[in-house]
């Protein structure tokens, strides 16, 4: 593999190469960034037009005071279901690309059909989940109640409609991860399956001597845009299907707030949901970004340990 | 040729130079049939005015409105007229980016308004906007699930005690699917309950009388309500969608037939009356039942009004103001409540409708009706102005929400009022 | 490698028993069902009238042609659809454009503090709209710094409260600029550069080629694939943009599809659920023609380890 040794020998024309990338970059995102960043330190409405230096009061208030318990709890719930979303993600993503890798008859089809939700937008998945898993008259219901007598509340329950915000999430998902998975599985030669076989491992044994391994850079991978994904894009989802709620169950001590609200959703309801408080969004968004870039550290640290790069 | 050639273009130029429109632009939160009958007036009147063109652009709700409007102000190009939901009001005063229509030169006659909808409109003696669709809570009532019950469906429940019999009698009489009632779990509704028991929402006669520095979400009145609702949940009678202020969801319960009653703002009363006879049960509306022993005070203006912009020139927010009357003119607003249960917000188009024999016609309509002109002035009934109106709404929606989860409604409410109260100071602390 | 698939080993796949065929079949059929089965209820409902959608029937009615053309015409689907087309394609090829140079740059040449720069870049994947949608508005509509001196007070000064900005509001220039540089882009064209061996670069410095000359006629050709999967993810990304168009699109006229689709779920409760579904289904067709006309090098173009 290349590791990159420079072939041509001009500075003038690397940076040109990188200009116009790093110009955008810089104007377009780390500027804002950082203009939010500075924000947060303000005390600043929105629709009244006001903007007072602070310091670091937001944050207090995030984290002592009579808001505290509730951006706990929020905290935990992102914590929570990002992981569930990339943990369960993964494993299902896995499982269907290792079905659409099988070679059997119309497989193209199938590798098809598998993958092109991811090109749905999140507003119309959540509508389309609202209509089939309305408790009283949805689709889901209507064929649960026939066949197991049941009709779950889903967006009743806060934790059923919290597992079923993870599960738009994971679905929506789903096409991008197989086929990444599938290209990852394509590159895998059969013959070390197939000696491992001769050595008599059975087909778990392969799968997790063999397969695994060889697919850890591209887990690696996956792992660090669907967490970028959990924490970061399931926004229109929520907005659509739960609007944040309903809130959790007193006996947990989860009813400081909604169950699916994400510190993502909690931000943008801080700043445009009709409160206008841009400074405490800003603190918000401070937050978020910290404890995303804490995880990425951690899965660096940890995670490339585990990475085995060469196959061949 | 050439001469005959020259003098077109030149008058061609002089045309279109005279003809230099100045746009208008107006933001509003309807889309489909509403945007359509909006689009339809906006043509009429530029066709008279041809010195402006008013650009209707719809937004995704209220919210989205008022958050266009300010940042379009905050690029120094403000919307010229802007449709604001009601409890924006206060904060569209502070922001200092609307002129109260009351103030700009020129005609602006009042007389014609229904008082309570004048009433909630008017800040400190002032009419900031022009209102445009109003409505009100109203019950619905299914009748032939009444009948099944053993009731009579011209003998709606009115009090609080009355549903819950009711809801003992469907049950009793062997139906023990569908739900006794059913509302969205919006603070609106609340709202309503307080303003029927005349208590006000926030301290300073309702925010009117002075900046609403406490929200009032333990006093007497406050936990009857939720006491109520807690009550109905307790017993089954009461269902909604899990989803907080979800219209659709629980207008959905109803007209799939559902539930016995519902409870939903007068814009529905058109494709609810239709549901019920499609559905050949029928559906008939009746006032909101109240706490026991409330004076039936009134109900709260719901809806939104037209604000016009601070920041566009004085021959705009005129033309502006012009449109707006225009589009809420007596035979306009007749149509509008037509096509979509609004009321007509302005005596003369009530009797005209009246003469036409529309409430003979449509009683379902004139229940609603008089449950508003029943209502008396009062600080409670005029509706409450605070800031962070919309914030203090979840807060109430998520700690009724609480309440239905298990909690006890003093611990939900007390912790609510907290909350409450910390965001009207921390809105008021931006004018410190 | 790959290559040597002529094995000693009798390959066990080809002589699968004909139950285990069937049940791989079952399965994927299975999961088929689980994934496209909302889509297909979509489209059943676009061909309900409200009623219909609102209520649990899944029978298939008569009004697709009427939700359609009232989609594309009285909610103006058709200028939304054209907006976000234009955009998309203009994004997707500035991206490419970019990313491929940037990538190229990270690869084959002498870069001082390379990890960083490297980083620099990939740290912007943590950036999400959200977080930076207050400075972004700022700085995109405000006016334009009316002097020299201004503008250098202003670059003097980043952490002031934005003072000026491009004045784009309401253009297309707005939602194109600011995404024209993709990190993604640049870690999959690197990461596919990298796995080009290295004899070929060697080979063209030696016939005297160019660094632009061995990017358009070498490696440009090599990485079809990439180029295509990033096209699909860049496509996708932009025609499902929400927040943005949102806060910086005032009219109609430059509005895009998914803001436009979001207006039909009306405020009052007279929303047309069948047109919803409608437009919805509209709006998910370029997105999926652009993904079948590209989906050979989709498949093929995220390869992260070992070249095909």
Redesign the interface.
Known sequence: MNEGTPVFKSWSTAWLLLLPTVVILVIFLYYPALQSFVLSTYRSNLILGTRRFIGLDNFRQLFTGILAPMYRQVVLQSIVFSASVVILGLIVSLAFAMLANQKVTGSRVYRLLLIWPFALSPAIAGTIFSFLFNPQVGEVNQVLSRVLGIAPRWLDNPLLAFGLVVGAAIWKELGYNVVFYLAALQNIPGELSEAAAIDGANAWQRFRAVTLPLLSPMTFFLVFTNLAYAFFEVFGLIDILTKGGPVGPSALHLDNAGLTTTMIYRLYQDGFGGNGSLGFAGAQGVILLLLVGLITVLQFRYGGRNVHYGGG | MKRTVILFSLLAMLGSMALAQTKIDFFEAFSTQRLQWIQDRAAEWNKQNPNYEIVVTPKASYREVLNAAVLGARQGNPPALVQLFEVGSQQAKDSGLFIPVGKIPGNFDTSDYIKPVLDYYTIDGTVNSIPFNSSNAVMFVNDAMMKKAGLDPANPPKTYSDVVNDCAALRAAGDTQDSCMTFPLHSWFFEQWMAEQNAPLVNNDNGRGGRATKVLLTSQPALNIVNWIKELNDKGYYTYTGKLENWNGSEAIFTEGKAMFHIDSTSEVNAITKAGKDGGWGATTAELPIADNAPREGVVIGGASLWIAKGVPQDVQQAARDFALYMTNTQNMISWHKLTGYFPVRISSVNQLDKEGWFRDNPNYAVAFQQLLNTKSSPATAGALMGPFPQVRTIIEEAIQKVLNGASVDSAMGQAEKLADQALQQYNSNFQ | ??A??A?A?A????QRRPRT?WL??I??IL??L???G??L??II?ATQTT?Q????S?IPGTELWHNIKTAWQ??DLGIYMRNSLIIAFAVTLGKTV??L??G????????PF?PI?FG??LL?????T??????????V???APPTWVALLSWITN??A??PY?FNW?NSYWAII???????TG?FLFRQH??????SL??AA?IDGA??MR?LLSILVPMSTNTIGALAV?QF?YV??Q??WP??II???DRQVV??G?????????????G??MAG?IL??IP??IV??LL?EQ?????????E?
């Open positions: 490698m790959a040597r698939t094995s080993v390959p066990v796949r080809s065929r791989i079949h399965l994927l999961s088929c689980i994934v496209t909302p889509i209820f979509a409902k009623a959608v609102l209520s649990p899944m009285s909610a970019l990313s140079m940037a190229m740059a990270l690869v084959y040449f002498r870069i390379k720069v620099f870049i912007t994947l943590m950036m999400p959200q977080v930076l949608i207050v400075g972004l508005f700022d700085l509509s405000k006016q980043p952490l409260p934005t900005g509001s600029v600011p995404f024209l540089a993709s990190a640049v550069f990298m796995s080009i061996p290295l670069a060697d410095k160019g660094p061995f993810i996708v025609w499902n929400y927040l949102l806060v005032r009219r109609t998914q803001v689709l979001n207006l039909i779920i009306s405020t009052g409760q007279d929303t047309e659920w047109l919803v919805a709006a998910l997105p999926l993904f079948m989906q989709f498949m093929r173009g995220f390869a992260l380890s070992a095909k």
